[in-house]
Nanobody, 129 residues
Framework: RVQVVESGGGAVQAGGSLRLSCGAS????????MGWFRQVPGKAREGVAG???????SYADSVKGRFIISQDNEKNEVYLEMNSLKPEDTGVYYC???????????????????????WGQGTLVTVCA
């Protein structure tokens, strides 16, 4: 059984930084996207950052230049360094683990929810003005 667990959320002042961590256990494959999504009440869950090894790294326009995704694919761990945080970054952040990628080249962005199969429970990030 696959389990995905996030940590690192919390409250921070605007302009501050937070680092989210995620680990997945029980996976039986290596080639996959690993990413972060966020959701605020009344809005759809949106892809924030996604990565497939050294092949694909994508960011939502709203976080480019501020957030950095990294991963240890062998350990099935993914991280999100969030800098220069803004109040509009507030939301529940979800770690996501993608489907097994069996074809090449991979032409998707790792930012779309359909690319993912396993989800964490979410961690709340609150950015205060």
């Amino acid at each position: 059984r696959v389990q995905v667990v996030e940590s690192g959320g919390g409250a921070v002042q605007a302009g501050g930084s937070l680092r989210l961590s995620c680990g997945a256990s029980g996976l039986t494959y290596q080639r996959k996207c690993m990413g972060w999504f966020r959701q605020v009440p009344g809005k759809a869950r949106e892809g924030v950052a996604g990565q497939y090894g050294d092949i694909v790294t994508s960011y939502a326009d709203s976080v480019k230049g501020r957030f950095i995704i990294s991963q240890d694919n062998e350990k099935n761990e993914v991280y999100l360094e969030m800098n220069s945080l803004k109040p509009e970054d507030t939301g529940v952040y979800y770690c996501a683990i993608g489907n097994h990628i069996t074809h090449a080249p991979y032409t998707w962005s790792c930012l779309g929810a359909p690319e993912y199969y396993y989800w964490g429970q979410g961690t709340l990030v609150t950015v205060c003005a």
